[in-house]
């Protein structure tokens, strides 16, 4: 797939990630890796995708590292797509663009929500900072600004905002 990342963006961690995650097959593939879903037919049927884009779109996620190829059975081989540790590290992505989702229907409309597996109660998922547990969709209150191995370019977009920590 052709790079749709500016020039300018290389640098910036929401542009790279979107260049990996931003396509729409993309999420609906992780959300059913999530799900459990490890087979092509799998993936196929429930997306009802067609076989050339599934395959595109596999062995993207796999050269990503977020998924990887493994055979489960021989003759003929058939292989299945596992989630790797980084590919699991976006299931609160994943969850958090469901919950925004739902968060504009009425609860009656919502075809799908996240609950506690245990108690089966509905779950709200929100950013927090792990440090200090505040939520973080406050634009006012929490700012980016350059970190250690910003460019001029980044440095000047963030000019007037507070300074990175410097790293130890």
Known sequence: MASRIRLEDRE??????????????????LHDAFDGY????????????SSSMLTTRLRTLVADGLLERRPYRTGP??????LTELGRSLRPVV??????????????ERSMILVDARSGEEVEPVVVDART??????????VFTAGPAASDGMRRRYEGRPAAPAQA
């Open 12 to 29: 910036c961690p929401l542009s790279t990630t979107v260049q990996h995650v931003g396509e729409w097959w993309t999420l609906l593939i």
């Open 38 to 49: 490890t087979r092509f037919d799998q993936f196929q049927e429930s997306l009802g995708i």
């Open 77 to 82: 081989v058939r292989h299945e797509y596992v």
């Open 95 to 108: 969850v958090t663009l469901a919950a925004w989702g739902n968060s504009r229907l009425a609860p009656a």
């Open 133 to 142: 547990g505040s939520r973080l969709d406050d634009s006012d209150a929490y």
